[in-house]
């Protein structure tokens, strides 16, 4: 038994609804409510809504039943779990893969995570009352445009989470993230409701679901692409590990069926929040003055100064994000953690505080320099994680074996009614859907 198992007890989730909370709450977070409406914004809106659509029915589900399963099977985190399978062979690479995603994704998310802990405290002083779209901008750029204070944040939140993390993985974020997390979604649906009543808000929602497949570019299909993936939590091992700790009897189909639907759910709450705002406060999404990670900060302020009780809800949105995040970048965190108690055998407690430590000090960067931030964003989601994703189908598809998969899916003694479509989705349609993503994106092949 490894140090990760000792402290990380297996049967520490309380049976499929707690893995299943476990799970969403890595795939639910800025992600959905940050990242999703901005590079959607970015990226001409309803198009890419039908491609981040399209690629999480062809390959996500088939990446996340994947990866589950090959955590349930080896029933040990993704390096132990290539070693088990395929003893003597390469594929452990994978996990170094989602080690090297890890800290990139975790280096700019702590920034925004201590973006949105700034805000929480400046919706706490009402700093945000009656102020302009134009201000509200204003004030994004100003925040994060100095140089110690997103550090400072950055560190708090690194440093919430690495206590977490150093404890394992315990029930108390399970209790909490059961109820905290439909909290959220309640204050997102109040959102939603203000934002859609506002004056002109129509033209948002067109924004957001009618397709201008004009605004397909080889950049969308590949930022598309790498949303699923990020919003998902997938082609890292975080998926393979929670896969660990889900009993025999349990279907990972659910899982896999539930999670997915729930993050996707809430990212279009976020959009619907969102856009519908920006374009009653008359400005436009992808702008020179609107575009990029800011989007979500500079709207949502002005939705909530709209709102009866807009300060209440406020407050507790931003605090409600926060937790968010950190049910994801503990499970970030975790699997760095977990790779040097495995692989390394350093000491939990020591292995967390290393990580957290180099963390920190990538975050810092990411921090003060928005190029840093970018290639970290841009590298990970759009290419580490499809990468991963691309290699843990072909693994599964083509290695692991079929009776295995068989055998994975058969949780309630039937053969899983869509182990006959999985089985082809991931030999070949994910796989060569991702390939064609990546020869597109590199020119090789043009659509
Ligand atoms: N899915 C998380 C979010 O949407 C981010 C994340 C990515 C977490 C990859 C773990 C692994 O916020």
């Known amino acids: ?65 994947s990866e589950l399963l090959i955590g349930r099977k080896a029933q040990l985190s993704i390096f132990g779990a290539f070693r088990k399978l395929a003893p003597g062979s390469l594929w452990w690479i994978i996990g170094l893969m989602g080690v090297a995603a890890s800290f990139m994704i975790l280096s700019f998310y702590a920034v925004v ?70 909290l959220l979604l ?27 497949f004009s605004a397909i570019t080889t950049n969308t299909v590949m930022m598309a692409l790498g949303q699923a993936f990020f919003s998902l939590s997938l082609g890292m091992g975080v998926m393979a590990t929670y896969g660990s700790y889900i009993k ?26 969102i856009f519908p705002a920006v374009f009653a406060f008359g400005l436009q999404p992808g702008q020179e003055s609107l575009e990029g990670p800011g989007l979500v900060f500079m709207i949502l302020p002005g939705i909530f100064n709209q709102m009866a009780g807009g300060y209440f809800f406020s407050v507790l949105f931003f605090f409600l994000l926060v937790i968010a995040a950190l049910t994801s970048s503990i499970s970030l965190m975790e699997v760095v953690v977990a790779y040097f108690v495995e692989e390394l055998k350093i000491k939990r407690v ?23 931030f970018n290639f970290f964003e841009n590298t990970s989601s759009n290419i580490l994680l499809p990468l991963g994703g691309l290699l843990i189908v072909i693994f599964v598809g083509w290695f692991l074996g079929k009776k295995i998969v068989r055998e994975e899916l058969e949780a309630d003694g039937r053969v899983a009614f869509y182990f006959r479509l999985f089985v082809p989705a991931i030999r070949f349609l994910a796989p060569i859907a991702i390939a064609m993503v990546f020869l597109n994106a590199l020119g090789i092949i043009r659509f």
């Open 1 to 65: 038994m490894t140090k990760l198992d000792q402290t990380n007890k297996r049967d520490n989730f309380t049976g499929l609804f707690g893995v299943i909370a476990a799970a969403a709450g890595s795939a639910i977070g800025l992600g959905n409510i940050w990242r999703f409406p901005y590079v959607l914004g970015d990226n001409g809106g309803g198009a890419f809504l039908l491609l981040y659509l399209g690629f999480i029915i062809t390959i996500c589900v088939p990446v996340m039943l």
């Open 113 to 182: 995570a201590g973006w949105t802990l700034e805000y929480a405290f400046f919706a706490l002083k009402n700093h945000f009352a009656g102020m302009t779209p134009a201000e509200l901008k204003h004030t994004f750029d100003y925040l994060t445009g100095s140089t110690w204070r997103p550090v400072v944040f950055m560190l708090i939140f690194m440093f919430i989470t690495a206590i977490i993390v150093q404890s394992g993985i315990k029930k108390g974020i399970e209790r909490y993230t059961k109820i905290l997390m439909p």
């Open 186 to 212: 309640v204050i997102i649906l109040v959102l939603c409701v203000r934002s859609l009543t506002l004056d002109g808000a129509s033209a948002g929602l067109e924004f957001l679901f009618k397709p201008d």
């Open 248 to 273: 025999k009897r349990e279907s990972l189909g659910k899982t896999a069926v539930f999670v997915t639907i729930t993050d996707v759910f809430i990212a279009i709450l976020a959009g619907i929040a």
């Open 350 to 372: 020591k292995a967390t505080w290393i990580a957290a430590a180099s963390m920190s000090f990538l975050s810092a960067l990411s921090a003060v320099d928005g190029r840093i």
